[in-house]
């Protein structure tokens, strides 16, 4: 294999951007990357893309290609060999794997317990899902057996969880482990604000996917269409969430960097305005 670095530095020479790498720092919900952003580049690529950008999580998905001198695909049956190889690379590139998805989840424990075995042995607290409605029972036990959080992931107008309503829904009376990925620029798409999805959701949002659309238009930079990040800084810090965010763009796909980088500026210049750092 190649060296531990070399993924990286070659994606960060391909895009030419690198931000300052304490950037993370600058306030308490842990800010990283889903890397659906980063689709056509492989997993390892998008972690030292993710660290040009000066932040240390990601939320990988399902099917993202592991390595770019490799086919194999990353999924909950990802090999030993691989696992291994990932977590060893996670620790040197000082970047956090904090969730896996989005998901399906069905109500056969066949095809579900081992989602969850992954996310165990991997370390991941989180699964971002799109569970059958008739998988509740079974996801409830699993997520309190290995005490990983499940967080139902609105993706608009159209799919199973599109309303803040139908989330709410498919939470309650559940234990706190079922709860909601806001998927602010899905909202914005439903026509829901998002720091309002925020607050109806209160304590069972788990995790954020930042991105940012324009009402009845495209989608763009984060702080560049219609979400209102002031607001949705608020109504985080109202509810006490602890996180994490993960930045999502799905322009420019061979060279988001850029954009992605001004999303994260955008996002912190909102939280200190709302005064939320």
Request: proline share 6%; charged share 25%; hydrophobic share 45%.
């Amino acid at each position: 294999m190649k060296s531990i670095l070399t993924f990286a530095i070659a994606a960060v020479l391909a895009v030419g951007f690198v931000v300052a790498p304490d950037a993370d720092a600058a306030n308490d919900w842990p800010l990283g990357t889903q890397t659906y952003s980063y689709r056509h580049f492989s997993l390892y690529e998008a972690i030292g893309l993710t660290r040009a950008l000066g932040l240390n999580y990601v939320e990988s998905y399902p099917g993202q290609r592991l390595r770019p001198d490799s086919d194999v695909t990353v999924s909950h049956e990802l090999g030993e060999e691989d696992r291994e190889a990932l977590l060893a690379y996670l620790d040197d590139m000082d970047v956090t794997l904090v969730a896996f998805g989005v998901i399906g989840l069905s109500p056969d424990e066949d095809e579900t317990r081992p989602i969850f075995e992954f996310a165990d042995a991997m370390g991941i607290p989180i699964l971002s899902a799109n569970p059958h409605p008739d998988s509740f029972d079974l996801v409830e036990e699993l997520a309190e057996e290995f005490g990983v959080y499940v967080a139902i992931h609105n993706h608009g107008p159209g799919a199973r969880y599109d309303t803040v309503d139908d989330v709410a829904d498919a939470v309650e009376g559940r234990n706190e482990y079922i709860g909601a990925c806001v998927d602010t620029g899905h909202f914005i798409r439903s026509e829901e604000p998002p720091h309002e999805a925020v607050e109806r959701l209160g304590d069972r949002v788990i995790s954020l996917h930042l991105k940012d659309w324009t009402l009845d238009g495209p989608e763009t930079i984060v702080g560049e269409g219609d979400m209102d990040l002031e607001a949705l800084a608020a109504a985080l810090e109202a509810i006490d969430f602890e996180g994490p965010i993960m930045l999502e763009y799905e322009l420019d796909v061979d060279n988001p960097g850029p954009g992605m980088a001004r999303g994260v500026a955008n996002w912190r210049a909102a939280l200190e305005a709302a005064d939320a750092l």
